[in-house]
Nanobody
């Protein structure tokens, strides 16, 4: 499975942004999809995950209330909608996928990773 993330950029604090991740080479509807982020000097952090059918979604504590995750199985795409962006949201955002069953919160649960898309938030 190959993952291609896009949608990052330079925004101001308080702005919104939508990230996209297109998957290819696998059966998208069988994949649990997630977003992680990593800021310079920090560990990779769970942002959000969505189950295969889209029936369940999980949001990380640091972004809860400002972020939603959705997927379009017909387009092999997962989206991360971010609102009220803060400078501390600035990071490289990675799309991840797995066909296994496990905790959605841990990066070790995911077998496939995209290259990351950079989100920069100016105050």
């Amino acid at each position: 499975v190959q993952l291609q993330a896009s949608g990052g950029g330079l925004v101001q604090a308080g702005d919104s942004l939508r990230l996209s991740c297109i998957a290819s080479g696998g059966t998208f509807s069988m994949l649990v999809m997630a977003w992680f982020r990593q800021a310079p000097g920090k560990e990779r952090e769970f942002v959000a995950a969505i189950l295969r059918s889209g029936s369940g979604a999980y949001i990380g504590d640091s972004v809860k209330g400002r972020v939603t995750i959705s997927r379009d199985n017909a387009k092999n795409t997962v989206f991360l909608h971010m609102n009220s962006l803060k400078p501390e949201d600035m990071a490289l955002y990675y799309c991840a996928a797995t066909s296994r069953t496990g905790s959605v919160y841990y990066s070790s649960s995911y077998d496939f990773w995209g290259q990351g898309t950079l989100v920069t938030v100016s105050s």
